[in-house]
């Protein structure tokens, strides 16, 4: 009986060696076999990165570029406008909304509660500036609007359920 379990082991133990050893040899030509084809796969990755890429970097500046990173120096003189705003969940209390055309114009902007995005936008909706209202803190936008006209302020900052409501304009024009 001994004997029997003994040599049924040594049978299956071979069996199992000879199963190690063939996926051992297999995997290995299988490498082989795989190895152009990694590489194809890997160029055809740089290629698309590149094709990507000279795709996406023009396409990235060309958006880039109208953003209002510092509002464009428009011949401006006179005396230095000066608007408060304060911003509340969910309005914008402003001390004025109305400003000269090609008069500098300081925009005071803060918050008495949580923090606010005042953007500006011009009479065909592109937005020209924009300031972080935060509550403590007062950061001030030099603008001078060149074009005369009804330039509209939305919140930039999602403040809570009416957010959306946060509108209000300033009128650019002979007062
Ligand atoms: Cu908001």
């Not at 199992?16 to 152009?36: C, W």
């Not at 509340?88 to 606010?116: C, F, G, K, L």
């Not at 809570?160 to 007062?175: D, L, P």
Request: glycine letters at 6%.
């Amino acid at each position: 009986m001994q004997e029997t379990a003994w040599q049924v082991s040594l049978v299956l133990m071979l069996m199992i060696t000879f199963g190690v050893v063939f996926v051992a040899i297999n995997s290995g030509k299988r490498e082989e076999e795989y190895g152009p084809l990694v590489k194809r796969a890997y160029s055809f990755r740089t290629k698309l990165f590149w094709a990507v890429a000279f795709v996406f970097f023009p396409a990235m500046i060309y958006n880039l570029m109208s953003l209002p990173y510092s509002p464009k120096a428009a011949a401006s003189s006179g005396p230095t406008q000066v608007i408060n705003v304060t911003g509340h969940m969910w309005y914008w209390e402003m001390d004025r909304d109305q400003v000269e055309p090609n008069q500098p114009v300081d925009i005071r902007v803060t918050s008495a509660d949580v923090n606010h995005g005042f953007g500006i936008y011009d009479p065909d909706l592109r937005l020209i500036a924009q300031a972080q209202a935060m509550p403590g803190y007062t950061n001030v936008i030099h603008i001078t609007f060149p074009k005369e006209g009804t330039y509209r302020v939305l919140c930039m900052e999602y403040c809570g359920v009416a957010h959306h409501n946060m509108m209000t304009e300033i009128k650019v024009g002979k007062s």
